[in-house]
């Protein structure tokens, strides 16, 4: 069995990210990202700290938005509109989940998608679907990066999808339909998911259940990337496949932490750098 070790692609990622950086302060434009962060969401609070610690890292200038839990629909969507104009910002988020009162498909539509990183507008997910992405969704773009990294071929591959959110399953479908899979996505009204996922040579999974993946899931020597932030019965991170009963199943699998998460990040750092290119050349 081999660790898909994302942590450690990513430290290699980080390298040549840095000199595109610096390439880019030479002709006087530094990255921008944003992040508006609503209430005080732990898991969320957690991430939100990696992603700034690593584009400081990096050399991007990061700006961290952060409201109260009551804050207006309108206050959010008027920080939007502000972003949307910012010259210095080339790409933001809004991290979900927002708080009931406010509309999230309203606070999605407000992102101008030439700035939308997370690729979850409807202009970004209509492009990313026809084949011709403004922007690839950090998580999905993240376990594509990791997969090449390791010379994993998805071409003519079956791979299955367990969860169908927008954030994850759904863009990691789009963008591996295009690299020649035959993807099956499944989610919690899927019958006999067991016989499915069971056939799977690559298996996705993003569920948010704990450890919900055991061995009788899983086809001996299958390829199978966890994306689960997951707490187990004693408040330890986990992932949504039990990584102990499945590992010596496996061909390669990703741990968690320092799998898919930090791909994550690097993938949104990689987006933000990409649209200051643009920027840079006019
Ligand atoms: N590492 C990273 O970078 C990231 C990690 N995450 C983590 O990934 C996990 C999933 O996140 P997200 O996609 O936002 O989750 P959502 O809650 O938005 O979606 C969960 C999906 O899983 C399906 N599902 C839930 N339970 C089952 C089940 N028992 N069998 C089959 N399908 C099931 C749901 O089905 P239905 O649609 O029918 O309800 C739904 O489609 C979480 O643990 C989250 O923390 C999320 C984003 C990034
Ligand atoms: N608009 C929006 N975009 C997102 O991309 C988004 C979001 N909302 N809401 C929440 C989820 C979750 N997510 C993670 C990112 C990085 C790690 C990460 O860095 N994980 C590390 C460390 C985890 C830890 O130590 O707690 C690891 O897995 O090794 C995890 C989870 C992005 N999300
Ligand atoms: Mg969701």
Same mark, same amino acid.
């Given at each position: ?28 434009? !530094? ?22 610690? /690593? ?28 972003? %949307? ?16 009162? =406010?509309? *999230?498909?309203?606070?999605? *539509?407000?992102?101008? @998608? ?7 507008? @409807?202009?970004?997910?209509?492009? +990313?679907? =026809? ?12 376990? +594509? ?11 003519? #591959? ?20 295009? /690299? %020649?899979?035959?993807?099956?996505? !499944?989610?919690?009204?899927?019958? %006999? ?9 690559? +298996? ?14 899983? #086809? ?41 998460? @930090?791909?994550?990040? !690097? ?9 200051? *290119? ?5």
């Amino acid at each position: 069995m081999k660790l898909l070790e994302g942590k450690k692609v990513a430290q290699a990622l980080d390298e040549t990210m840095t000199k595109r950086v610096e390439e880019l302060k030479a002709k006087g434009v !530094t990255p921008g990202l944003a992040v508006i962060l609503v209430g005080d969401n732990s898991a969320s609070a957690v991430y939100v700290r990696n992603k700034k610690r /690593r584009a400081e890292k990096l050399g991007i200038n990061f700006q961290l938005i952060h409201f109260e839990q009551d804050v207006t629909e309108k206050e959010l969507l008027t920080k939007i509109d502000e972003l %949307n104009h910012d010259k210095n910002i080339d790409g933001f988020i809004v991290q979900l989940p927002v708080p009931d009162h =406010i509309d *999230e498909d309203k606070v999605i *539509e407000a992102i101008d @998608p030439r700035k939308d990183v997370d690729g979850f507008t @409807p202009i970004s997910v209509g492009n +990313l679907w =026809i084949g011709t992405p403004l922007t690839k969704p950090a998580t999905a773009s993240g376990i +594509l990066m990791m997969l090449d990294h390791y010379k994993v071929d998805l071409d003519g #591959k079956n791979v299955v999808i367990v969860g169908r959110s927008n954030i994850v399953g759904k863009p990691t479908a789009a963008l591996m339909l295009d /690299r %020649n899979a035959t993807v099956t996505i !499944t989610h919690s009204h899927t019958k %006999n998911l067991k016989e499915i996922t069971s056939k799977a040579d690559v +298996l996705v999974v993003a569920i948010g259940q704990a450890k919900f993946i055991k061995k009788d899931y899983v #086809k001996d020597q299958a390829i199978v990337v966890d994306v689960g932030m997951d707490r187990d019965e004693n408040g330890k991170l986990c992932g949504d496949v039990d990584f102990d009963d499945v590992s010596d199943k496996v061909s390669m699998i990703t741990p968690v932490p320092g799998g898919v998460g @930090p791909m994550t990040i !690097t993938a949104l750092v990689d987006q933000v750098i990409e649209l200051a *290119e643009g920027r840079a050349n006019g």
